[in-house]
C-alpha cells in the first residue's frame, strides 16, 4: 500500500466526518458494509486516510483516501455521492483492472460468440 501523508482533523471535520457517515448508512446500506469491512485496511478510527496528496477524494483499492480541505466544501449529500463513488471503485476492482490494463498497454476484449 503506498504512504500518504495524513492530516488530523478539526472538530468542525470530525463532525461533518460523523455526519457522512450517518448519511451514507442511511442512504447507501450495502455500500457502508462493504466501506467498513473491505475499505479500511489501514485501520483508521476514521474508516478512512486523510491526506491533502489528493484533490479531493480516492481511492487505491483498498481504502477510502479524503483531502478534508476540499471534501468538507461539499454539502452532504455530495460528501455521500463522493464517497459512494469511490467505493464503487473498491467494488468493481477499478484500480487492479486498470494497473493490469496500463502495464498490458492496451484494453483487451472477450469474444462474444453467438449460438
Given at each position: 500500500?503506498p504512504q500518504?501523508?495524513?492530516c488530523?482533523?478539526t ?10 457517515r450517518?448519511?451514507?448508512?442511511w442512504?447507501?446500506p450495502?455500500?457502508t458494509?462493504i466501506?467498513?469491512?473491505m ?11 486523510f491526506?491533502?496528496q489528493?484533490?479531493i477524494?480516492?481511492?487505491d483499492?483498498s481504502?477510502?483516501l479524503?483531502n478534508?480541505?476540499t ?6 449529500d455530495?460528501r455521500?455521492?463522493a ?5 464503487a ?8 483492472i486498470?494497473?493490469?490494463?496500463h502495464k498490458a498497454?492496451k484494453?483487451?476484449?472477450?469474444s462474444?460468440i453467438?449460438?
Open positions: 500500500m500518504y501523508e495524513e488530523a482533523l472538530p468542525q471535520q470530525e463532525s461533518l466526518w460523523d455526519q457522512t450517518c448519511r451514507l448508512l442512504v447507501c450495502a455500500f458494509h466501506f467498513y469491512e475499505m479500511n485496511n489501514a485501520n483508521k478510527k476514521e474508516f478512512a486516510i491526506t491533502k489528493i484533490p477524494a480516492a481511492t483499492g481504502n477510502l479524503l478534508p480541505d471534501f468538507f466544501k461539499y454539502d452532504l455530495e455521500v455521492f464517497c459512494a463513488h469511490e467505493i471503485h473498491g467494488i468493481f476492482n477499478h484500480c487492479a486498470g494497473f493490469r490494463y498497454g484494453i483487451s476484449y472477450l462474444l453467438h449460438i
